[in-house]
Structures are given as structure tokens and as C-alpha cells.
């Protein structure tokens, strides 16, 4: 048996200490949003993970409400676009203006930079709005005036479409999805957890919306470097860093897939297990972790096989179904 | 049979046109046909659905298997019409078990799907052929209007399944727009639960009424394609014409006789006459010499010049068996006289036997190449009958599971392997747990299963010893697999003792 090295384990009061900040965080998202547990783990591993999010769901379902209450737990900086068709590149990164007194060229950064980044219903966007975006995303620096601008750390870009209303809309092309570490779908709750949100949100003071104010600050911009941190640094074995492959490169010659995941959807397989073992106070990563997130991480870089689209089955009916072939490791 | 009677202009037909003829006939009888068809047919199509109603699909089957049985019932009907002696409804149904004696196991086993068989079946009902004497009698009738008979049968094929089709749509054409919305056609095509028994009996149900109509065409067409066959055979039609010609002229026969005997007696004296000299000329050499002269000429002889390759020297080796003298050794004469006879017969069916099981071995191995797609695309369906019960997974995870392949006692192994080996201990219990739960929980375990969902099952037992003892031990093989992280002492005493406390009480119930 090999042990970990030991510098790359971190120490387990740290361990401890993250893992005890990410279930507070989540604790304190619960109570905003409803009914979404699901939505909401998957939105925090992202966030330790280090990666983008693009909700997806049918309008009413919290999806701006769990964006707003994450800024309002996180002490960092939170900035909101709503995206519409006659958006320009410029509006999100910010652009150069004249300023008449010292008549020169000053820049104006535009929403982008910031900590947390709401793009609301980004598909409403034309295509060269959602590519201003792209650079923002992977590189998390902005060229502006040929000057390349960093954006401070952590960045978390969440955005949001819906999935019904396709009329005048622009669907993301497949370099910006795979930008996003998860598409997370968001489904109506639960019969008795929607009583309980109508219940909470009648008492609360706004019109239609639960009140976030309430909300303490659990995490700083620093804290939450610091779980990225700590989660990248958890144990991972051989093992499951070969079944995180394995899933990834089975899409690619899965039949019912025509487009299968690439290299990314590996790295991102492993990043939000790394999250989400944090996240559930583990000191290393399972398979179970892995199989936890495959389903956000590849369902919007796979495209499914023509055939099964039109005898009306889903991308997660296909990648449940290959979650459920391909074997899990075990020494 | 007396053609004479025949109902039906008997001459030689093209194949397409007696088919024309059979349906012509099926249209002449056709409230006959279709009711006795459908009195006989429609009662056992129930009888089977309710029987099988859990499996419309075997109803269905065995319905379209037992076709030939009923197919007798039109047959008899349009042989007798032919000579104008149509039964009545009653009188046909009341003579069909009479129908059915007659070879009627070799009818719905290998000769059921021939695709000749409303050519081929007057033969055996109405000959009463059998055996050795049927496989010569087809053998005369199938060389010709054979082709026209398959084909009867493909067209026949696609009918049926374009009237069943256009049934099902008319049907749901006449299905009110609200209901209609109601269905879900996804959950319909999918689940397919009980509650949609009936409409799958329904779709077979328009199968049985499009048989009512078309069974009898089939049939009769068939016949008339058979009919048409002996005509040409037998000429039949000639016969009628001499048979017509002697009831015509019966009357003036003697009349006729007489005429011609008188122009006769004049007429010969005369012809003799004109050439009696040539004739007394003539000597007996000359006459046989003429007699070769003509023998030599066409049409008696056509000599002919054929060029063609010829195997090396065929004469000599004729020669040689004619003589018996060996010009040639005695091994290549008996190789070439094997070569003729039937000793290479075995290799050419040995040959025979060696191509058709590679045909079926490339067959395999095809589906085997392709099991993944056909998994994906073929086998989508969810299981219908969940008594199947899948033999348990003899290796999980890399891990060895069968009984066999666990010592006796896990636990006694387990605690030996400690000291020196922890893992190999750890990694016994954990197998022992999978393999309990794959053979006396019956736990359905895939290999894709990772040890949460394993325990997410566990718990769907609802036996609390067994959750907690298999969550304990989870934990530990997770920390030391994933982790690894080695339990401490004490563990490793609670779990042999645990594992003692539950599969042996477990045993000894």
C-alpha cells in the first residue's frame, strides 16, 4: 500500500475548519432557497471547485433568489447582467470613455469584475455578447484596449436560461458550455417543501421573493480562496482518478452519444468530486463523489445520438444509463 | 370432377391473370368466404386472447401460426363451388374438422412457412396427396407459376400489414380530441403497464377482421393458380373441345362416317393410277438404296460439327475399361471411376455442412460486434417480467464474489490476515458483505454500483444490524481503500465479532 505523500494532505484541523465553513455556507442557503438541496450542493461545488454554473430550469424556481442569497452568505463583490438581445460585448467588459477635463481615454471596467457574476437568461444574448465572456471565463482575466485586465479571485460566473422559452433566443455555442464546469437543472420541489417555502415567503416582506437580508455572512473572498485550496489538495487514489476517466472517455464511443465529453469533463470530474468531498467532510474523494456530480458535469458536453433524440429521450436518461454500465472501482 | 361442370372458363391462363381469375372467384362467393371464415377464425382469436391475455404478443402469434388450419375451410368451399355444388354456411363450418385430419401437423409446423402455400395446398386437401407422391406431384406443378405464387404470398404479406396499419389509424382518426390529449405517448410506448392490455388486444383485433377479408382472396387466388397449372398440364382445355365436339356431332356421326367412307372409295382407284409404271420399275436394291439415300438426309440424320474443349484423352481411358488391359495404372483408374461415383458426394455435403456454420458463425460474431448498439438501440424496452432472476455477478468490482471462492470461516481468516496483512483482512470482510448480499439478500449489485448506492440498498432492507454493521465496515474499507487510512486495533475486534454475531445467528435460523 502506497500512502500519500504528506505535503500534499492538508492538515486536518484545516480539513476540519473548510469542511465545517461549506456546510454553514450551505446551512445558510437552505433557509433562503427552498426545496433545491440538490441545486444548492451543486452550486457550492462549483464555487470550491473553482468553476462556472449555468442553471437551467422554468422561470419561478429560485434560480435568481439562490445567485442573490450566495452573494449576500459570501462577503465578496456580486454583480448582475441581465442579458437581453440588443446587449453589447462592451456592457459586459467594460469599455474605454473621453474624459472631457483630462481629455484623454479613460477605461471603465465594465460588470465583470467582481466575485460572483449573475448572468441572467444568457441565451438572450446575440453570440458575440455570450463570447465576451469566454476569455472572462477560462482565463478570469478581461483584454480591454488591448490591455489584459485581471479579474480578482475567486470569479464564479452563474448563469441562468430557461429552457422553454426558445423563441428569440440564442443558444450557447459548445466552446462557451464547455466553459461551465456544471449545467444544473433545477426541478420543481417537493409537495411539502413548497409549503414550506409558501408559507416563508408570504410572511416575508416582499412582494413574491424571500427576504435574503436575514442571511448572515459566513464566508469572506479569502475564505473561500482558501477552500479552493484545501479541496484541491484532498487525497485522491489512483483509482478513482481512473474511474473519472473512464466515465469521461466512455462518451465519447458511447452509441447513444454522438458527441462525447472531452478533456475538460475529466478535469472537471475530479475538481467537483474534490468539492464535493469537502463539502461532505471527507477526508478523501470516492467514486461516490465522482458519480455524485457526472451528471452535471457532462450533460451539456455530450450531444445525444439523433436516433434516441427523436424517440423523445433525454441526455440524463442516456448518461444515467451509462453511469450504470460502467464499473465502479474497487481494489 | 367433371370439367365439363366447371363453373369457370377453362383455358391457359398467365399466371397474373389466374390470380385475377381467383380473385374474380373469391368476389363471386364472397359473403360465403368471408362469414364461414370468420365463424371459424373469430371464435378461436378469442378464445387465445382470453387465454393469453397477459401476452397479446403470444396471442397474436400463435393466431397467425394456426392460419393454415383455417385456410382449409375456403379451399373446400371454392372446389366445391366450382362444379356448382356450394355448400351453405352451415354445411361448410360442420365439414371443417373433417378438413383438419389430413396432415394438418405437417401443415402448421415445416410447411408453414412455405411461400407457395396456397399453390401447394389443393395438392394435399383435394388430391389427398402425401409423402413421396406429393413431393412428385409438386415437383411437376412448381416448375412453372411458382415464382407467381411467392409472390402472391409477399404481396399478400404487405396487404395485410397496410390494411392493419390503416385500421389502427382510422381507429385513432376516430378517437375524440380531448381523450386523445390526455395520452401520453412516451409513458404509453414505454410502461406499458397492464392498464394497456386491452388496446394491444384491440390492434390484434383488426388484424383478425383484415384475415376476414383477405384470407379468402389469398386462398382463392392460390386455387386458381393451381387450377390454371393442370389445365396447361393436362390439357384440359383441349379436352373440353373434344369432349364438346363429340356431344356436337354425336348425332350425325354415322351420317358423317358414311360420307366420308363413299368420297374415299371413289377417290382412291384414281390415285393409284397415275404413277403404276414408276412404280413396277422399281427392283428391291433400288428401292432399299433410295431408302438409304433418304435415311441419310435430314430429317433422319443432322450431322453436326461441335467444337469444344474435351478433358486430355477421353477415348483411351474408355478404351481401357473396355478392355481391362492397364494402358494406365490401376490407382488412376480407380481415382478417376471414385471421381464418378458417389464417394464425393459425403465431401460436397461435408462442404456444405463447413459453409453454413461459417455463414452463422459470421452471423454471431456480428451481433456480437455490435451488442453495444443493439443494446442501445434494440433492447430499450424495460423488462416486462421481473421473475427472471439474473444469476448474481460472480466478480464485482474487481472483486472476487462466488461462495467458492471465500474461505469457510471469513471472520477466523480475517482476524489471521490482520497483523500481517490489514488490507487484505479488510478487503475479505468487505467482499464476505458484498457476496452475503448478493446470494442471501438477493441484492440486485451491478458493477457500476459504487459502495454508497451499496448502501443505499442495504438500507432499503430495513434491518438495522446489518445497515450499521455494513456502514461501519464501509467506512472503514473506504478509508483504507480511498483514504488510505488503517483502522485501529479495536475495529478490527468488533468487526470479526460483528460479522460472527450476524451470519451466524443468520445461519443457524
Known sequence: MSDFPAAMAPTTD???????????LRVELRKAVIGQDQVIDDVLTALIAGGHVLLEGVPGLGKTLLVRALARCFGGDFARIQFTPDLMPSDVTGHAVYDLHTEQFKLRKGPLFTHLLLADEINRAPAKTQAALLEAM???????????????????????????????????????????????????????????????????????????????????AQDVLQLQQIASELALDEQVLDYAVRLARATRTWPGLAIGAGPRASIALVRGARARALLRGGEFVTPDDIKGCALAVLRHRVRIAPELDIDGLEVDQVLKQLLDQIPAPRQ | MRLSDASVVIRPRTAWEAMDLGVLMAREYRLLLMSSWALVSLPV?????????????????????????????????????????????????????????SQLLLSLTWRRLSLSRSFVLPVSQLEGLGGQARQQRLGVLLQRNAGAARWLTIIGVHLEIGLWFGCMAMFYLFIPDQVESDWDWQRLALAAGSDWLWLEHLTHAFYALILVFWEPIYIACGFSLYLNRRTVLEAWDLELVFRRLRQRLSSVAPLLLLVVGLMLIHASPQVMADDSNARTQLSTQAASQSVKTVLEQPPFKNPETVTRYRFGDEKPAAKNKAHGDGKLPAWLQSLLDSLNSNTFKHVGQGLEILLWSLVIGLLALLVWRYRDWLRAFVGRRPQRSPKIVKPAPAQLFGLELGIETLPEDIASTAEQLWPTQPREALGLLYRGLLSRLLHDYHLPLK????????????????????????????????????????????????????????FRSGAAQ
Open chain 1, 14 to 24: 484545516s480539513l476540519q475548519h473548510a469542511s465545517a465553513q461549506a456546510q454553514a
Open chain 2, 45 to 101: 382469436f378469442a378464445l387465445l386472447t382470453a387465454l393469453l391475455w397477459d401476452h397479446p404478443s403470444i396471442a397474436l402469434f400463435v393466431f397467425w401460426w394456426l392460419k393454415p388450419a383455417f385456410d382449409r375451410l375456403p379451399l373446400y368451399i371454392l372446389s366445391k363451388a366450382l362444379f356448382g355444388e356450394t355448400p351453405s354456411i352451415k354445411q361448410a363450418v360442420r365439414h371443417w374438422p373433417r378438413l383438419l385430419k
Open chain 1, 138 to 220: 477560462q482565463e478570469r482575466q478581461v483584454t480591454l484596449e488591448g490591455e489584459a485586465l485581471p479579474i480578482g479571485q475567486p470569479f464564479m460566473v452563474l448563469a441562468t436560461q430557461n429552457p422553454i422559452e426558445q423563441e428569440g433566443t440564442y443558444p450557447l455555442p459548445e466552446a462557451e458550455l464547455d466553459r461551465f464546469m456544471l449545467k444544473v437543472r433545477m426541478d420543481y420541489p417537493d409537495a411539502q417543501q413548497e409549503l414550506d417555502m409558501v408559507r416563508e415567503v408570504t410572511r416575508s416582506s416582499r412582494a413574491d421573493m424571500l427576504d435574503v437580508q436575514p442571511l448572515r455572512t459566513v464566508l469572506q
Open chain 2, 447 to 502: 458493477s457500476a454500483d459504487t459502495e454508497g448506492q451499496v448502501l443505499e440498498r442495504v438500507h432499503q432492507l430495513q434491518q438495522p444490524h446489518l445497515l450499521a454493521f455494513s456502514d461501519e465496515l464501509t467506512r472503514h474499507w473506504q478509508n483504507l481503500a480511498y483514504g488510505h487510512l488503517l483502522p485501529p486495533v479495536s475495529a478490527q475486534q468488533k468487526l470479526c465479532s460483528d460479522w460472527r454475531a450476524l
